[in-house]
C-alpha cells in the first residue's frame, strides 16, 4: 500500500470553518484513546502524542523540542505526523508537522469561539505576538466578519511588528484592551495571571491558549468564578493544567462548573445561552485533536 506525503503546499486548499466542522463531526465519532510519552536527552525532549479514534484512524505526533537550535539557525520544535488506518494499522500519509500544529491550535479555538463568542462580536484582543497569535487573527477573521484586531504583549516593539505585520492595532494598555474587548485569545508563556477577572465586560468571549503545563495561568481564578467554564477535553485539562488546578483547588470553582467539552456538542451543552454572559474556553490540545486536524488536511489536499 502507498502512502502520500503531505507537506505546506497543502495550505492552499485549507479553511477554517471546514476544519472547525471536521473537529465538531470527529467529536461525534466514538471517544478517542490517547497515550503520551516524554523523553529528555539534556535540554532536549522527544514528545510522542497518540491518538486512536473507531472509523477515523490512528495518529502518532513525534515532536522533538531542542532549545540550542536557534542559535544554529534551526527551529526550536520540529517533528513529524504519522496517519494510519484504523482497520489495517497500514501507513496512509506523513502530513506537515507545523501545518497540523497551526491548524489544530488555532481550530481549536475557532470551534469554541463559533459556540460561545457573540456573532456580532468586533473588538477582539489578541495577547501575546508570536506564531499562534498570527493564526488567531487567521482564524476568526474566518467567522467573525466584523473583526477588528488589536494585540497587546509584553515588549511593546514585539506588539507594533506584530501589528505593522497582520493590521491588527497596537494595545499600550492590558487592563484597557481587555475592558473593551468582546473576545480574548491568550497566546502567552504566562506562570502568573495577565487577565483579571475584574477587567471584564459583560458578554465577553475568553479563549485560553497559552498554559500547557501545570505551573502556567494566563487567568486569574476570578475569571473563571465570573464565567460560564468550558474546555476542549476535560482529560487533558483539568487535572493537567494550572490554569483550571488552581481555581478548582482554591473553591473558584467545581469540576461541576465545567459545563461541556466538545464531546458534549451533539447535546447542544457547548453554547452561548445569553448575549451579557461572560464565555471561558480552555484550549488544552491533545493528540486526538492532532488527528482530527491531520485527517482533514489529508482529505483536502486529496480532494
Given at each position: 500500500?502507498?502512502?502520500?506525503?503531505?507537506?505546506?503546499?497543502?495550505?492552499?486548499?485549507?479553511?477554517?470553518?471546514?476544519?472547525?466542522?471536521?473537529?465538531?463531526?470527529?467529536?461525534?465519532?466514538?471517544?478517542?484513546?490517547?497515550?503520551?510519552?516524554?523523553?529528555?536527552?539534556?535540554?532536549?525532549?522527544?514528545?510522542?502524542?497518540?491518538?486512536?479514534?473507531?472509523?477515523?484512524?490512528?495518529?502518532?505526533?513525534?515532536?522533538?523540542?531542542?532549545?540550542?537550535?536557534?542559535?544554529?539557525?534551526?527551529?526550536?520544535?520540529?517533528?513529524?505526523?504519522?496517519?494510519?488506518?484504523?482497520?489495517?494499522?497500514?501507513?496512509?500519509?506523513?502530513?506537515?508537522?507545523?501545518?497540523?500544529?497551526?491548524?489544530?491550535?488555532?481550530?481549536?479555538?475557532?470551534?469554541?469561539?463559533?459556540?460561545?463568542?457573540?456573532?456580532?462580536?468586533?473588538?477582539?484582543?489578541?495577547?501575546?505576538?508570536?506564531?499562534?497569535?498570527?493564526?488567531?487573527?487567521?482564524?476568526?477573521?474566518?467567522?467573525?466578519?466584523k473583526a477588528r484586531f488589536?494585540?497587546?504583549?509584553?515588549?511593546?516593539?514585539?506588539?507594533?511588528?506584530?501589528?505593522?505585520?497582520?493590521?491588527?492595532?497596537?494595545?499600550?494598555?492590558?487592563?484597557?484592551?481587555?475592558?473593551?474587548?468582546?473576545?480574548?485569545?491568550?497566546?502567552?508563556?504566562?506562570?502568573?495571571?495577565?487577565?483579571?477577572?475584574?477587567?471584564?465586560s459583560p458578554g465577553t468571549?475568553?479563549?485560553?491558549?497559552?498554559?500547557?503545563?501545570?505551573?502556567?495561568?494566563?487567568?486569574?481564578?476570578?475569571?473563571?468564578?465570573?464565567?460560564?467554564?468550558?474546555?476542549?477535553?476535560?482529560?487533558?485539562?483539568?487535572?493537567?493544567?494550572?490554569?483550571?488546578?488552581?481555581?478548582?483547588?482554591?473553591?473558584a470553582i467545581t469540576e461541576?462548573?465545567?459545563?461541556?467539552?466538545?464531546?458534549?456538542?451533539?447535546?447542544?451543552?457547548?453554547?452561548?445561552?445569553?448575549?451579557?454572559?461572560?464565555?471561558?474556553?480552555?484550549?488544552?490540545?491533545?493528540?486526538?485533536?492532532?488527528?482530527?486536524?491531520?485527517?482533514?488536511?489529508?482529505?483536502?489536499?486529496?480532494?
Amino acid at each position: 500500500m502507498t502512502f502520500r506525503i503531505v507537506g505546506p503546499e497543502a495550505e492552499a486548499k485549507l479553511n477554517w470553518l471546514a476544519l472547525t466542522d471536521a473537529l465538531a463531526a470527529g467529536h461525534a465519532l466514538p471517544r478517542a484513546e490517547v497515550g503520551d510519552t516524554l523523553l529528555r536527552h539534556g535540554p532536549d525532549t522527544l514528545l510522542t502524542r497518540s491518538a486512536w479514534i473507531p472509523g477515523m484512524g490512528i495518529a502518532v505526533k513525534a515532536a522533538t523540542i531542542f532549545p540550542g537550535n536557534p542559535a544554529k539557525g534551526l527551529d526550536a520544535i520540529d517533528g513529524a505526523v504519522n496517519l494510519m488506518s484504523a482497520e489495517t494499522g497500514a501507513l496512509e500519509a506523513l502530513v506537515d508537522f507545523k501545518l497540523v500544529t497551526k491548524w489544530k491550535t488555532a481550530g481549536d479555538s475557532l470551534l469554541a469561539a463559533r459556540r460561545l463568542a457573540r456573532p456580532d462580536a468586533e473588538h477582539i484582543l489578541v495577547v501575546g505576538a508570536g506564531a499562534v497569535a498570527r493564526s488567531m487573527i487567521e482564524a476568526y477573521s474566518a467567522a467573525l466578519p466584523k473583526a477588528r484586531f488589536h494585540v497587546w504583549a509584553r515588549n511593546p516593539d514585539a506588539a507594533r511588528a506584530f501589528a505593522d505585520a497582520t493590521g491588527a492595532r497596537p494595545a499600550p494598555d492590558l487592563e484597557t484592551a481587555v475592558r473593551r474587548a468582546h473576545v480574548i485569545a491568550t497566546t502567552t508563556m504566562a506562570t502568573e495571571p495577565l487577565i483579571r477577572g475584574a477587567w471584564l465586560s459583560p458578554g465577553t468571549h475568553l479563549d485560553l491558549i497559552g498554559a500547557y503545563r501545570p505551573d502556567m495561568r494566563e487567568c486569574d481564578s476570578d475569571t473563571f468564578a465570573r464565567a460560564r467554564v468550558f474546555v476542549d477535553a476535560r482529560a487533558t485539562t483539568l487535572h493537567h493544567i494550572g490554569e483550571l488546578m488552581v481555581p478548582l483547588k482554591e473553591g473558584a470553582i467545581t469540576e461541576a462548573d465545567v459545563v461541556a467539552d466538545f464531546y458534549d456538542l451533539p447535546s447542544g451543552r457547548f453554547t452561548r445561552r445569553t448575549a451579557d454572559e461572560i464565555t471561558l474556553s480552555k484550549n488544552g490540545g491533545g493528540a486526538h485533536l492532532d488527528l482530527m486536524t491531520a485527517h482533514y488536511i489529508l482529505s483536502a489536499a486529496t480532494s
